[in-house]
């Protein structure tokens, strides 16, 4: 399987970006898709993750900001980020799993079994 982001780059504060993230496969081949961010000297973080049923579940901090979907006749995952925050910044990584819900994988990275290579995105103030 081969996760491949892309959309990703440079905004101002109040800006909008939105990530793809294209399966090699399916992507109703999986339970659960996902979005996690990761900066230097942190620990990978949930952002947003969607299951096969359609049930979201979101970190806290982009409840309001952040709409993640599922384009299975594309195999493809969105995430549309509105309102970023320099906080924002990040890499971002696409996952996907077989075996897990949303809710159940959001808030534990090791759990997911397929990896993108992840896309830059930079929030200035």
């Known amino acids: 399987v081969q996760l491949v982001e892309s959309g990703g780059g440079s905004v101002q504060a109040g800006g909008s970006l939105r990530l793809s993230c294209s399966a090699s496969?399916?992507?109703?081949?999986?339970?659960?898709m996902g979005w996690f961010r990761q900066t230097p000297g942190k620990q990978r973080e949930g952002i947003a993750a969607?299951?096969?049923?359609?049930?979201?579940s979101y970190t806290t901090s982009v409840k309001g900001r952040f709409t993640i979907s599922q384009d299975n006749a594309k195999n493809t995952l969105y995430l549309q980020m509105n309102s970023l925050k320099p906080e924002d910044t990040g890499m971002y990584y696409c996952?996907?799993?077989?075996?897990?819900?949303?809710?159940?994988?959001?808030?534990?990275?090791?759990?997911?079994?397929?990896w993108g290579q992840g896309t830059q995105v930079t929030v200035s103030s």
């Open positions: 969607i299951s096969s049923d359609g049930s979201t």
């Open positions: 996952a996907a799993d077989r075996g897990m819900t949303a809710i159940q994988g959001l808030g534990v990275p090791g759990w997911w079994t397929y």
């Open positions: 496969e399916s992507t109703r081949s999986f339970v659960c």
